[in-house]
Nanobody, 124 residues
Framework: QVQLVESGGGLVQTGGSLRLSCAASGRTFSDYAMGWFRQAPGKERVFVAAISWSGGSTYYADSVKGRFTISRDNARNTVYLQMSSLKPEDTAVYYC?????????????????WGQGTQVTVSS
């Protein structure tokens, strides 16, 4: 069982940067691909980025490609999301999760063990 805790959110101006962290407890963190999702008020939770168990493969939503970078440190049981050139439309609660089920890596249905989320607000 993996428990996840996100941190690093905050308020930033347009064009700024933030780095989110997702710390995992449990000894099986490196067994899982990990994903970042976000949910804006009144909207569905949507895919942002994912990374394979080894870190060798990464996946991004078109809306963040070239601006966000996902990485992981299996020795520290942590996955990161480096966000740059932030826009007001990036404002959302950001969640990390472990991919435990079959299905598209882009679908929240393939993930479990969701963290509590961290708020990112980008002011214009």
């Amino acid at each position: 069982q993996v428990q996840l805790v996100e941190s690093g959110g905050g308020l930033v101006q347009t064009g700024g940067s933030l780095r989110l962290s997702c710390a995992a407890s449990g000894r099986t963190f490196s067994d899982y691909a990990m994903g970042w999702f976000r949910q804006a008020p009144g909207k569905e939770r949507v895919f942002v980025a994912a990374i394979s168990w080894s870190g060798g493969s990464t996946y991004y939503a078109d809306s963040v490609k070239g601006r966000f970078t996902i990485s992981r440190d299996n020795a520290r049981n942590t996955v990161y999301l480096q966000m740059s050139s932030l826009k007001p439309e990036d404002t959302a609660v950001y969640y990390c999760a472990a991919r435990k089920y079959s299905g598209s890596i882009y679908s929240p249905n393939a993930y479990a063990n969701w963290g509590q989320g961290t708020q990112v607000t980008v002011s214009s």
